[in-house]
């Protein structure tokens, strides 16, 4: 049974452009169905989560990390009486914007694009669905719903001060209004990630060597449920163990989301969408007591995993190449492709001509960076 603060369809605040709709799937899944056939949504199978595309083939992606995320998302949007679609719609968004090679790009490019204002993989994943996706013979971008936008643009809260630029040119055609909290199914993509990321980052970070389980163990949460599974399962193969053990981890994030959540729901009084996105506060959170115990847990990735030796030195390189290419194409931006070139004629200024070129490399995937980089400056394109 939906709630009386989900997002309704029948009641969607409609399209930029308008469109007839469809007589057998309502709007929100519609926006789904267009994500999931986006071009920019296809290439996240070779865009790093963590640890390089090729470094080996049971690493998380930002598809796989996406695809997570939506499952986590449904089954909390499920349990608290959400819109389904419209959560997964704006969990299989949420990393379209993306660079090649993870943070560690996005890091790269940000800096070369200080001088023309900054890039932000969030504002560039709004980018994406209303601009660089063309497909369709009516519109620039998929058109979605105003509720969809919304919801990625502000899954993580309220967007104040200084608007990244290509959030700004959105807003302007379409008043997202950044200044109040997203609806409820927003609020459950962002938590979704974040189950998603400490679940399956200790479990590729155990994959790599990066520490055991034992360390692992220590942790809180998580050391429960090893002790549980020996318990159920003693002498039970490692690898199944661990896969016991996370399961459990997840389990405990995810109902721990659910109570919290519909406890702030009932709470809050809230009876509509409206009401939810004018709360003032998110009703979609992890308990202080889980909310504490994650930070310890993130702490430890920080520091084991995220800036790990290995990792470090995969980082130094890859931003090499994000550092190498940005400059090769701003001063001859001819060496992009040819259907580029139009939009690259049509840049009356360096700061056009730069997001342009911002654009193109964010695009890229892992393994096209890397063989971009050696074409143009005779590098090793498996030296990452």
Request: glycine share 6%; net charge negative; aromatic share 8%.
């Amino acid at each position: 049974m939906r709630a009386a603060f989900a997002s309704d369809p029948a009641r969607a605040r409609g399209r930029l452009v308008p469109e007839e709709e469809s007589s057998f799937r309502s709007c929100f899944q519609r926006d789904r169905d267009r994500i999931i056939h986006a071009s920019a949504f296809r290439r996240l199978k070779h865009k790093t989560q963590v640890f390089v595309e090729h470094e080996g083939d049971n690493y998380r992606t930002r598809l796989t990390h996406s695809i997570e995320v939506a499952q986590v998302a449904r089954t909390i949007a499920g349990a608290l009486g959400l819109n389904v679609e419209l959560t997964e719609a704006v969990a299989l968004a949420h990393d379209l914007g993306h660079t090649p090679f993870g943070h560690t790009g996005e890091d790269a490019l940000h800096e070369l694009m200080v001088p023309y204002g900054g890039f932000d993989h969030n504002a560039q994943a709004i980018r994406i669905v209303t601009s660089l996706e063309r497909h369709y013979a009516e519109f620039d971008g998929l058109n979605l719903t105003w509720e969809t936008l919304e919801a990625i643009a502000k899954h993580n809260g309220p967007v104040v001060g200084d608007l990244p630029w290509a959030l700004a040119e959105c807003n302007a055609a379409l008043d997202l209004e950044l200044h109040t909290h997203a609806s409820a199914e927003a609020q459950v993509a962002a938590l979704a990630d974040d189950i998603a990321y400490n679940n399956h980052d200790l479990h590729d970070g155990l994959r790599a060597g990066l520490f055991s389980d034992a360390e692992v163990a220590e942790l809180p949460i998580v050391g429960s449920a090893y002790a549980e599974v020996d318990r159920l399962y003693p002498g039970i193969d490692e690898n199944r163990r661990r896969h016991e053990a996370l399961r459990r981890v997840f389990g405990v994030m995810v109902s721990d989301v659910i109570q919290t959540a519909q406890a702030l729901l009932a709470g809050s009084g809230a009876q509509s969408v409206e009401d939810i996105r004018n709360l003032g506060y998110s009703v979609v959170q992890f308990s202080p007591e889980v909310w504490a115990q994650l930070k310890e847990i993130r702490t430890f990735l920080f520091t084991r995993m995220y800036r790990a030796a290995p990792v470090m030195v995969v980082r130094a390189e890859v931003s090499k190449v994000v550092e190498d290419l940005f400059p090769i194409y701003l001063n001859d931006p001819k060496q992009m492709p040819e259907r580029w070139h139009e939009e690259i004629e049509a840049a009356t200024c360096e700061t056009a001509l730069a997001r342009i070129v911002s654009d193109y490399i964010a695009g890229m995937t892992d393994r096209f960076a890397l063989q971009d980089h050696a074409r143009l400056t005779g590098s090793d394109p498996n030296r990452v």
